[in-house]
Nanobody, 118 residues
Framework: VRLVESGGGLVQPGGSLRLSCAAS????????MSWYRQAPGKQRELVAT???????NYAEAVKGRFTISRDNAKNTVYLQMNSLKPEDTAIYYC?????????????WGQGTQVTVSS
């Protein structure tokens, strides 16, 4: 199983980035996909989630600015980030989660750095 994030980088406040997470080795369409982030000295926090059925949820801090989406044909989940703020600076991680009667499958990517600074 591999989750590979891309799209991070340095952006000025007010700018935009789109993160991608390409998954392999899993039945992607069945998984709930999420983006988490971890800033220096802080705990990892949930940013956004999209269920297998396409239902989305967002942390209050990013509502109205970030959009999570998925393309099951490409086994890829995206995070469109607009109106970025310095406090969005963090390593962003992709997560794939499947809970069923057979147990729990939980996978993480290696992370991609997002830095918002002028």
């Amino acid at each position: 199983v591999r989750l590979v994030e891309s799209g991070g980088g340095l952006v000025q406040p007010g700018g935009s980035l789109r993160l991608s997470c390409a998954a392999s080795g899993i039945n992607f369409s069945r998984y709930t996909m999420s983006w988490y982030r971890q800033a220096p000295g802080k705990q990892r926090e949930l940013v956004a989630t999209i269920s297998s059925g396409g239902e989305t949820n967002y942390a209050e801090a990013v509502k109205g600015r970030f959009t999570i989406s998925r393309d099951n044909a490409k086994n890829t989940v995206y995070l469109q980030m607009n109106s970025l703020k310095p406090e969005d600076t963090a390593i962003y991680y992709c997560n794939a989660l499947l809970q069923s009667g057979f147990g729990r499958a939980d996978y993480w990517g290696q992370g991609t750095q997002v830095t918002v600074s002028s």
